[in-house]
């Protein structure tokens, strides 16, 4: 294909200018410019009416860089059925409803697609060609907009920027990656994008500036999770944070220095194993939401004080110093899990004593709170003098 640089202004010269054509329009048609050989119809000219017979069709611009800037089109409608016009990069350009009539012209012809730009003759009332409004997360089909989610596949590292905005940024590394979110305060008011890993390790997402993602400096998206991505103008939230099964499991540390209440929030919140660590100066509280949770808790707490978690306004549970466990709320209160543990006292019949004390332990075995007596006293003398090989031995 030849491509069209224009040196001194103007058009192509024609062997002879074609300025009116007509097409029946039953299938897609792409059209051709007159200067190609190997073309024998559907030639672009200045003007075409198009007898719009088939329902849904299209009409197909040749190649914007073969031709000059400022080459000009009139479509008129004069079938039954709406038809579209695209770019030669199949973007929309005019869609043109039965008795319409529109022209288009070529702005820009750097690249295959073109720059293309129309507007409609004798309409009452102007109206914005959809065309002409879409752009990064809007495509244009017939006469609406519609929202468009194209997707970006991301091999490396990746800042996303206000062009991205829609976008879904699709990590499909081998290893592990960075997606950088911009500053909220430069972007679009409504900036949104799309967070999909895809790849096989964590896409580590964040934020630009000193904004925060759900509270967090950075959100970590296992392989197979995905979210919607926001920003009110100062930090970024997640909706619809998918997480895969294979990695709902997660541990977090966090020091509860210090005596009185803490209570959980941000991004400490649904988490499922939780390691409490500091030197406590008094009796301690760890305050958890009035949410359905599971709690996997270890003490690794200092000092001589307790260490209580519960919802506000309940009894919730103590954790001892050095120990751990599973524990859940129910949404009124924290309670112990495991409940399968041994019944104490153990009782007799399972290998126990019944008992929690030495001399209950001993009665219920049979014998007396003090023991047993083996002999009395005058027996234990005569079985000493029947075992003496003397006669008259003493006790």
Same mark, same amino acid.
């Given at each position: 294909?030849?491509?069209?640089?224009?040196?001194?202004?103007?058009?192509?010269?024609?062997?002879?200018?074609?300025?009116?054509?007509?097409?029946?329009?039953?299938?897609?048609?792409?059209?051709?410019?007159?200067?190609?050989?190997?073309?024998?119809?559907?030639?672009?000219?200045?003007?075409?009416?198009?007898?719009?017979?088939?329902?849904?069709?299209?009409?197909?611009?040749?190649?914007?860089?073969?031709?000059?800037?400022?080459?000009?089109?009139?479509?008129?409608?004069?079938?039954?059925?709406?038809?579209?016009?695209?770019?030669?990069?199949?973007?929309?350009?005019?869609?043109?409803?039965?008795?319409?009539?529109?022209?288009?012209?070529?702005?820009?012809?750097?690249?295959?697609?073109?720059?293309?730009?129309?507007?409609?003759?004798?309409?009452?009332?102007?109206?914005?060609?959809?065309?002409?409004?879409?752009?990064?997360?809007?495509?244009?089909?017939?006469?609406?907009?519609?929202?468009?989610?194209?997707?970006?596949?991301?091999?490396?590292?990746?800042?996303?920027?206000?062009?991205?905005?829609?976008?879904?940024?699709?990590?499909?590394?081998?290893?592990?990656?960075?997606?950088?979110?911009?500053?909220?305060?430069?972007?679009?008011?409504?900036?949104?994008?799309?967070?999909?890993?895809?790849?096989?390790?964590?896409?580590?997402?964040?934020?630009?500036?000193?904004?925060?993602?759900?509270?967090?400096?950075?959100?970590?998206?296992?392989?197979?999770?995905?979210?919607?991505?926001?920003?009110?103008?100062?930090?970024?939230?997640?909706?619809?944070?998918?997480?895969?099964?294979?990695?709902?499991?997660?541990?977090? /540390?966090? $020091?509860?220095? %210090?005596?009185? &209440?803490? *209570?959980?929030?941000? #991004?400490?919140?649904?988490? !499922?194993?939780? +390691?409490?660590?500091?030197?406590?100066?008094?009796?301690?509280?760890?305050?958890?939401?009035?949410?359905?949770?599971?709690?996997?808790? /270890?003490? $690794?707490?200092? %000092?001589?004080? &307790?260490? *209580?978690?519960?919802? #506000?306004?309940?009894?919730? !549970?103590?954790? +001892?110093?050095?120990?751990?466990?599973?524990?859940?709320?129910?949404?009124?209160?924290?309670?112990?899990?495991?409940?399968?543990?041994?019944?104490?006292?153990?009782?007799?019949?399972?290998?126990? *004593?019944?008992?929690?004390?030495?001399?209950?332990?001993?009665?219920?075995?049979?014998?007396?709170?003090?023991?047993?007596?083996?002999?009395?006293?005058?027996?234990?003398?005569?079985?000493?003098?029947?075992?003496?090989?003397?006669?008259?031995?003493?006790?």
């Amino acid at each position: 294909m030849t491509e069209w640089t224009d040196q001194f202004g103007g058009a192509n010269i024609y062997p002879s200018e074609i300025t009116y054509s007509e097409i029946t329009l039953a299938a897609n048609v792409t059209l051709n410019w007159p200067t190609e050989a190997s073309a024998s119809s559907n030639f672009v000219t200045s003007v075409i009416d198009v007898n719009a017979t088939g329902v849904g069709c299209v009409i197909t611009m040749p190649a914007a860089n073969a031709a000059a800037p400022g080459i000009t089109v009139l479509f008129n409608n004069i079938g039954a059925n709406t038809f579209t016009v695209r770019n030669a990069g199949g973007t929309q350009i005019i869609s043109s409803t039965s008795g319409t009539v529109w022209q288009a012209y070529l702005a820009d012809n750097s690249t295959t697609a073109g720059t293309w730009r129309s507007f409609q003759y004798g309409a009452s009332v102007s109206a914005a060609q959809a065309s002409g409004l879409a752009g990064t997360g809007l495509i244009a089909i017939g006469a609406a907009l519609s929202q468009t989610m194209p997707v970006s596949n991301l091999l490396v590292n990746y800042t996303a920027g206000n062009p991205d905005i829609g976008v879904v940024q699709n990590w499909t590394g081998s290893g592990t990656g960075t997606l950088t979110l911009p500053d909220p305060s430069v972007v679009y008011t409504s900036w949104f994008i799309v967070a999909k890993n895809s790849g096989g390790g964590a896409l580590t997402v964040t934020p630009g500036g000193t904004a925060t993602i759900d509270g967090s400096s950075t959100l970590s998206l296992q392989p197979y999770e995905s979210c919607i991505i926001i920003q009110d103008g100062a930090d970024f939230y997640t909706i619809g944070l998918g997480q895969s099964g294979t990695f709902a499991f997660d541990y977090t /540390t966090i $020091s509860v220095a %210090g005596s009185g &209440t803490y *209570t959980l929030s941000g #991004s400490e919140l649904n988490r !499922i194993a939780y +390691n409490f660590t500091g030197v406590l100066t008094g009796n301690k509280i760890v305050q958890v939401p009035a949410t359905i949770q599971q709690y996997w808790i /270890t003490n $690794s707490t200092t %000092g001589a004080y &307790t260490l *209580t978690v519960k919802l #506000s306004g309940s009894t919730g !549970i103590v954790i +001892n110093q050095g120990s751990r466990g599973i524990y859940y709320s129910n949404g009124s209160d924290v309670v112990n899990a495991d409940t399968g543990g041994l019944s104490i006292p153990l009782s007799i019949a399972s290998g126990g *004593t019944g008992a929690t004390t030495a001399s209950a332990a001993r009665t219920n075995l049979g014998g007396t709170s003090v023991g047993v007596a083996l002999f009395t006293a005058v027996d234990a003398q005569a079985a000493l003098a029947a075992l003496s090989p003397i006669s008259g031995g003493t006790f």
